[in-house]
């Protein structure tokens, strides 16, 4: 009977924690066949590939540091969805520009406690904003690890970054936890929405 309970919790939560990324392919049924590329960037130790993971619904208690990239892919009705996590390493960061080709949606992660690093992440940010092969595509920004008491709120950190001069594309900043989920879907439903609105 336990296991039965802690098997329908399990099933409950993987549907859950699935929903973000199948009510994108859903609203993709005027594009058959459409593959969507999200490149996820931010610099190491942001929590790029636990979000990653939390989206993909795989364990999170062990996270090494990415040293090159990874690939989750979702298929489901003729949607193929690729998430690119690529390393943030400053030695990787030269490489990024290999992947920007044919994005769809570039989602980039801050580590909002790291305020050390608020300013090398805003010109990691405004390089990537002046790349050619990413004109006009849109940005979420997620403001992670705000499960932390030293985590800066996504306000300060929009400030910080002067988000409002963006004006060549539509933009999101978005509070989360990748460690608990929290704020997950909200930032997903965006990029669904645009997605959405960047196909038509």
């Known amino acids: 009977m336990h296991t039965a309970t802690g098997w329908h919790v399990l099933c409950h939560t993987v549907s859950q924690t699935w929903r973000g990324l199948l009510s994108i392919l859903r609203k993709l049924k005027n594009a058959p ?12 130790n942001a929590g790029k590939t636990t979000l990653l993971k939390q989206l993909a619904s795989e364990d999170i208690s062990h996270i090494t540091p990415t040293q090159g990239f990874n690939i989750k ?36 992660v801050i580590d909002s406690a790291d305020r050390k690093r608020f300013e090398e992440t805003g010109q990691e940010l405004a390089e990537l904003l002046d790349e050619e092969k990413l004109s006009g595509v849109p940005v979420l920004i997620f403001a992670n690890k705000q499960d932390l008491l030293t985590a800066a709120p996504a306000t300060e950190i ?6 409002h001069t963006i004006r060549d594309r539509v933009w999101q900043i978005q509070s989360c936890s990748a460690l608990s989920g929290e704020g997950v879907q909200d930032g997903m439903n965006w990029v669904c929405k645009n997605m959405n609105a960047k196909k038509k």
């Open 33 to 44: 066949d459409q593959e969507v590329r999200i490149l996820l960037l931010g610099l190491d």
């Open 73 to 108: 892919s979702v298929q489901s009705q003729g949607f193929k969805l690729n998430l690119w996590d690529i390393g943030g390493q400053r030695k990787i960061r030269p490489y990024w520009r290999n992947y920007f080709e044919n994005t769809d949606v570039l989602i980039y």
């Open 158 to 163: 929009a400030e910080g970054l002067n988000l």
